[in-house]
């Protein structure tokens, strides 16, 4: 595993969404079959309470269901709140994004050794984590 997902980055990629930058796309596509990505286990609760307010908008069944099968991607494997990522999200400076789900985010990739694949400017910006866009 090299990588992980940040939420916005797993939904579209799902989804097929075109806001999925060019090079996430392509380095997302080149990944052998057998090769998983890695989503923090926080990007579940973010994605549950956009799918139902309505911000995120699935067809064809339940936001429920669609959630269930879209983390179970055979390609796809969660990764744990642990002890040292909450640490990691405490220790990443000021310059920072102060949203606590950013910073459990970067540091379950920081701690995993992965590189977060991200559109968000000021996570990149801050470069506190190897990131991909």
């Given amino acids: 595993m090299r990588y ?3 939420t916005h980055v797993w939904v579209w990629s799902v ?37 139902a307010h309505g911000r995120i ?12 099968q879209a983390s179970h991607a055979p390609t796809l494997e969660v990764l744990p709140l642990t002890v ?14 102060a949203d606590p789900a950013d910073r459990l985010i970067a540091a379950t990739a920081k701690v995993n050794r992965l590189t977060l694949v991200t559109a968000d400017r000021a996570i990149r910006d801050a470069d506190e984590v190897p990131t991909l866009w």
């Fill in 57 to 68: 908008a699935v067809s064809g069944m339940p936001w429920p269901s669609w959630l269930r």
């Fill in 4 to 6: 992980l997902l940040d």
């Fill in 84 to 97: 040292e990522v909450a640490i990691a999200s405490e220790e990443l400076s000021a310059r920072f994004p």
């Fill in 15 to 51: 989804l097929g969404d075109r806001r999925l930058g060019p090079r996430a796309r392509r380095t997302l596509a080149a990944l052998p079959p057998t090769e998983r990505v890695g989503l923090a286990s926080i990007s579940l609760k973010e994605a549950a309470w956009h799918l």
